[in-house]
Structures are given as structure tokens and as C-alpha cells.
């Protein structure tokens, strides 16, 4: 398994958002973009990174043309600096690293060049930084999300979606823990933990813990520190019932009693006709139905993850 990247040091005047899922078609483009345009009106310097590698479109998101310099061309060293490629995306305070879905290859990038993006991007000079996750559970993906202070996982109201976010957020908790580990022993059974036939019996983290507890007992601190402090929080879009609503509180739920981990749930966007009418016209709903149901929950949903305080929404 290749390497675990380090987690983020603290950084008390920027942060990393990323946006994830785990499936394909569930708005996370849509909500990256919309977010990162709210909080450049509430005043913060945003950039907008296309990590989904191999598939870009948040730039069409935006309403925006084929940038001519993209992350493609900071991959592959036509471009030393990452500022080199951001886009202007006509709103102040708003700029996009657009995607490198030019480069086929971009998808499967090496270590040492996810090493590069992730470290340029770390040192962009903003506010706020959203890294727009692709689909799937792949190193690289997973990576980009660890990186973050914060780690959105939007979800649907679909088994298939409400079970790839669920094994996502599994994924990446174990592929944390892994980093956490000092020798290599522990590293295997935190490897074998998500087979759920593994040698070990495990099937939990707190089965990971006996288990480490025998076998390696010198990573077992910092193990349960990584649990302890691995908090993603649950974004439900197109919601259109209560049931629909109801989806987040229980992926928090099953987080807490499978996976040993305090999420939080941080709201839910509702259907809304007006956000695919502006799809079709290339616009991005905030700006072309500012007054929609959708684009008051997004108002109120930057809100509650600038603040800090998901848990305390009245949702």
C-alpha cells in the first residue's frame, strides 16, 4: 500500500475544505462551487480545486469556458507554480484550479505528484481552499480528503449513494489510522481490517484496538487519538421528505456504533427545479435563482460549517 500522507498542521488562518461522496452524480461539484461562491461573498478569498481527476466539470459548474491552463498542466511541469493556473472566475474573491481532464492520465498520478499538488496547495494564500473530490474509494482520492480540516460527504437519497458514503467514510478512517502506526506489524492489521474475512476477526475499529492491544500495544494510543479525532460531517442533497432528512442523522448514528467516530451532520439541500434550469443554461444557481429554496440552504449551510457549530443547526 502506498504511503499515507501526513495530517494537516494547524492553520488558524486557512483552511482546506473537500467535498467527497464516493459516487458519481450526487452535486458535489454543484455544492463545492455553490460554497465556495457563498463564502466569497461573505468576504473570504476562496480557490476552488478540481481534484476529480480524469473527470472535470467544476468549471462548467460555474458557467465557465475550458480554462487554457488547468492542474494538467501544473502535473506535468508546464507550469512550475500552482498560481500559474488558478482561473478568474468573474465573482471577487473567487478563483478555480480547474481540473485536468485533458490529461488521461491525471487519474492515476503518482505518489510523488500527489505529494507536489497536495504541498502547492497547502501553500495557496487564501481563506478558504475546496477541493472538489471525484467518485470512488482510490488512494488518491481518499488522500485529498485526509489533507483537509474539513471532510463533507454528500450523499442522496439512494442505497448506492448512502452505501458508498458510508464505506468512503470507512475507507478513509482506516487509511488515517494507517499513518498513525509506527511499525510495521501494526500497519498489516490495520491493512487486513477492511477485509471483512481478515485473519484477525476484526470488524470494527474497536475490534482493531483488542486486536492491536495483543499484537502491537505500542500503537495503540495513537490509534484511539486518530478515532477520537477523525470528525467528518454529512451533507443530504436533493432531498425532497422527511425521510429524506432523516438520512444524515442516521449516517451519524452508524458512524458512532460501527465505526467508533463522532460525525456530525451539517444540513441538507432540497430538490429544487431551479437548480437544474440553470445547469441548463450554464449558470450557477446562487446567481441565477439567488432566491430559491436551494440556494436559502446553502446560504444557511456555509453559515454553520464557517462557524464551526454543525452539531448546533436547528435543521
Avoid at 467527497?20 to 450526487?26: E, H, N
Avoid at 495483543?214 to 470528525?231: N, V
Wanted: hydrophobic share 40%; charged share 25%.
Amino acid at each position: 500500500m502506498p504511503g499515507v500522507l501526513p495530517l494537516p498542521a494547524s492553520r488558524p488562518h486557512r483552511q482546506i475544505w473537500s467535498i467527497g461522496g464516493g459516487k458519481g452524480g450526487i452535486g458535489k461539484s454543484l455544492l463545492t462551487a455553490s460554497l465556495g461562491w457563498q463564502l466569497a461573498r461573505m468576504g473570504k478569498r476562496v480557490v476552488l480545486v478540481d481534484a476529480d481527476l480524469g473527470g472535470a466539470n467544476l468549471h462548467t459548474c460555474l458557467g465557465l469556458k475550458n480554462p487554457e491552463r488547468t492542474l494538467g498542466d501544473f502535473i506535468r511541469r508546464r507550469a512550475e507554480k500552482i498560481e500559474d493556473v488558478l482561473t478568474e472566475t468573474g465573482v471577487p474573491g473567487l478563483r478555480l484550479v480547474s481540473g485536468a481532464s485533458d490529461f488521461l492520465a491525471a487519474a492515476n498520478i503518482k505518489y510523488p505528484q500527489k505529494m507536489r499538488v497536495l504541498n502547492r496547495v497547502r501553500g495557496l494564500d487564501v481563506d478558504v481552499i475546496l477541493l472538489d473530490l471525484g467518485a470512488g474509494t482510490s488512494f488518491n482520492i481518499v488522500d485529498f480528503f485526509l489533507i483537509s480540516d474539513l471532510g463533507v460527504l454528500t450523499v442522496v437519497p439512494e442505497p448506492t449513494s448512502i452505501e458508498n458514503g458510508y464505506r468512503f467514510i470507512k475507507s478513509a478512517l482506516y487509511r488515517r489510522l494507517r499513518g498513525a502506526t509506527s511499525s510495521e506489524e501494526a500497519r498489516q492489521i490495520v491493512d487486513s481490517a477492511l477485509d471483512h474475512k481478515n485473519a484477525h476477526g476484526i470488524r470494527s475499529p474497536p475490534d482493531l484496538l483488542k486486536v492491536l492491544e495483543r499484537e502491537a500495544p505500542e500503537d495503540l494510543e495513537a490509534i484511539r487519538r486518530e478515532i477520537g479525532g477523525f470528525h467528518p460531517c454529512f451533507v443530504v442533497n436533493q432531498v425532497r421528505d422527511e425521510a429524506d432528512v432523516a438520512i444524515g442523522h442516521q449516517l451519524v448514528a452508524a458512524c458512532a456504533r460501527h465505526l467508533g467516530i463522532k460525525a456530525t451532520y451539517a444540513g441538507y439541500v432540497h430538490y429544487d427545479d431551479a437548480v437544474w434550469q440553470c445547469v441548463r443554461q450554464r449558470k450557477l444557481f446562487m446567481i441565477g435563482a439567488p432566491g430559491c429554496r436551494a440556494a436559502d440552504e446553502i446560504r444557511q449551510l456555509t453559515r454553520g460549517l464557517v462557524q464551526g457549530d454543525a452539531l448546533a443547526l436547528r435543521w
